[in-house]
């Protein structure tokens, strides 16, 4: 009953809770650190090695996990509407390729060109995650379109090993000369082994179990996933930002920190809008609306900062916009929620 309330508890004050860890990362990173060195060994699948750390297994058990959450019969429903899946799908993917290809434009006169560079690789490892688990939930919280929104999530995750490698080499083409090689590695890296193995496979096995599981064992169990879910993603967060945050500040760069929130803040809002303004293209009713908003502006950034952490360890602002990144798309969807919640008590009363 303790844990109960207490993941409860965490899961209405996560924003806070992520707010919290990256304040910590900056004073007390050894813990972090420590996350980050913790290995279990090497596997080789398809002749690449994989190292089986302590951040893979955690990134496994979010994607387990997000499969577990997934209720089949909804997502059965979204082919009725097909068109605003396929729609949805791809602005997430070509509207940040835009964006990004105008940040690097607009930034030329920025005096420091290399951490333009570090803001266009994390952009480019946020945009080319899958949609984020945890939208199905602010969509549910939000009285969304629970089927949109799974859909949305099923089908970019399992894309991902084919959609994320092709992006890394078209964010590439705008990066320079050692950046475009860095993000050809990503997509080397990151290809169908890395996401196959740490995303696809653990989401289609939660798949699984959750067919083998009855409806009540589901329900009883879903608290203690959320409070679960919630550990692994302060930890995994906290991990990786205490490699990049206190290096950041101790070399008071502030300004940097600066335009990167204002660029990663910039992307979110434009993702968001875009869904509104998807929403009125399609003619879609108000759940419908908040499931594609939150389905585009919310990424799978767990799995960017491990990929970031394990390929990109001596680029440690590389994973700075995808840290920003994970906070703002968080207050965000707390603040559509907040407006989407009083115009519903406005249109009761």
């Not at 499969?67 to 429903?77: A, E, Q, V």
Request: glycine share 8%.
């Amino acid at each position: 009953m303790i844990l109960l309330s207490i993941s409860h508890f965490l899961h209405r004050h996560l924003l806070w809770f992520l707010i919290a860890a990256y304040i910590i990362a900056v004073f007390l990173p050894e813990a972090g650190l420590w996350i980050r060195s913790v290995s279990f060994g090497e596997i080789t699948l398809f002749q690449q090695k994989t190292n089986i750390s302590l951040l893979m297994l955690m990134l496994a058990t979010l994607m387990f996990n997000a499969g577990l959450g997934l209720k089949i019969s909804h997502l059965k429903n979204i082919l009725q509407k097909q068109y605003v899946l396929l729609a949805g799908l791809a602005a997430n993917l070509a509207i940040p390729i835009v964006y990004v290809f105008g940040i690097t434009i607009a930034m030329r006169l920025w005096y420091e060109p290399i951490e333009v560079q570090h803001i266009l690789v994390g952009l480019a490892l946020v945009a080319a995650m899958p949609i984020a688990g945890s939208s199905t939930a602010w969509a549910q919280n939000a009285n969304g379109n629970l089927a949109l929104s799974l859909g949305l999530v099923f089908f970019s995750t399992i894309l991902s090993p084919v959609v994320t490698p092709v992006a890394f080499h078209v964010f590439g083409e705008m990066a320079s000369e050692e950046y475009e090689a860095v993000l050809h590695g990503l997509a080397e890296y990151g290809s169908g082994t890395f996401l196959g193995l740490w995303v696809v496979f653990p989401s289609l096995l939660g798949i699984a179990v959750r067919l083998m599981v009855n409806e009540d064992s589901q329900t009883s169990n879903l608290p203690y996933l959320k409070f679960i879910n919630s550990i692994v993603l302060l930890l995994l967060n906290y991990s990786n930002a205490s490699v990049s945050l206190p290096q950041a500040m101790a070399e008071g760069d502030y300004d940097f920190l600066a335009i990167t929130l204002a660029i990663t803040a910039g992307l979110c809002c434009t993702l968001f809008a875009a869904g509104y303004g998807m929403s009125r293209f399609f003619k879609l009713d108000q759940a419908e609306r908040v499931s594609l908003m939150f389905g585009l502006g919310m990424n799978n950034n767990g799995t960017g900062l491990v990929l970031a952490s394990l390929a990109l360890s001596s680029y440690p602002n590389i994973m700075v916009p995808i840290i920003f990144y994970n906070l703002v798309q968080h207050i965000a969807a707390g603040t559509v929620q907040e407006i989407m919640s009083r115009r519903s008590n406005d249109l009761d009363a």
